[in-house]
């Protein structure tokens, strides 16, 4: 019973919503007679992504792409993985990245260097959740929709062994859910 695994919601359905909407309208300013490519970090970002375009008023373009330095356990190992790579140039381009956890921060890190070569014109990060707390690499995201504690969360897109992406809001995993 995946209800039982929930040591609390952190963040309920109509706080994310809510906030989202905010971020979104913050965006709309940055990018006030621009066109970004915004890039959806799989798998994570996707449920954040789609909320978050869908509120923002600035047309978009959507690229996808995979980018891991986590494996299936809960401790990052630092290094970056593209298991999935964006289809266009964007040479020149305003690059908007979605991503859903900013955790060690290594992965972001990798990414934005790596992308920075490709002569974008802009790179911009924006988080739904930043855990400060546990940075080790040098980076910040430009916009953020909440900033939490240490905690193992779980659900709106984030998951534990692929588990409970799918839950409209944020949760604490328990402990022993994890350490089995
Ligand atoms: C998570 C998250 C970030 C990264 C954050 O991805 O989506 O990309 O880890 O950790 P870091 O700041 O310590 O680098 P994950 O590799 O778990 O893939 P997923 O999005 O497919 O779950």
């Known amino acids: 019973m995946r209800k039982g695994d929930i040591e609390r919601v952190l963040l309920s359905k ?5 906030r ?3 971020v979104a309208k913050e965006l709309d300013a940055y990018y006030a ?5 915004a890039i959806c970090i799989l798998k994570g970002s996707v ?3 789609s909320d978050l375009l869908r509120a923002m008023k600035t047309p978009v373009s959507m690229e996808f792409m995979k980018v891991s330095s986590y494996g299936v356990g809960t401790q990052s190992s630092g290094k970056l993985s593209v298991g999935l790579d964006i289809l266009s140039n964007i040479e020149g381009k ?3 990245i979605v991503e859903d956890i900013i955790d060690s921060g290594n992965t972001m890190y990798m990414l934005k260097e790596m992308l920075k070569t490709r002569n974008p014109a802009d790179i911009c990060i924006v988080s739904l959740l930043d855990k400060p707390a546990r940075r080790t690499a040098d980076i910040q995201p430009d916009f953020t929709c909440f900033k939490i504690e240490d905690e193992f969360v779980i ?3 984030l998951d534990y062994a692929e588990d409970y992406r799918d839950l409209p809001y944020v949760g604490i995993l328990k402990r022993s859910v994890y350490k089995n």
């Open 20 to 22: 989202v909407k905010k």
């Open 14 to 18: 109509g706080k994310i919503q809510a």
């Open 33 to 37: 007679g621009k066109s970004p490519i």
């Open 155 to 157: 659900g709106y897109g």
């Open 47 to 49: 449920v954040f992504f």
């Open 94 to 96: 305003d690059v908007l």
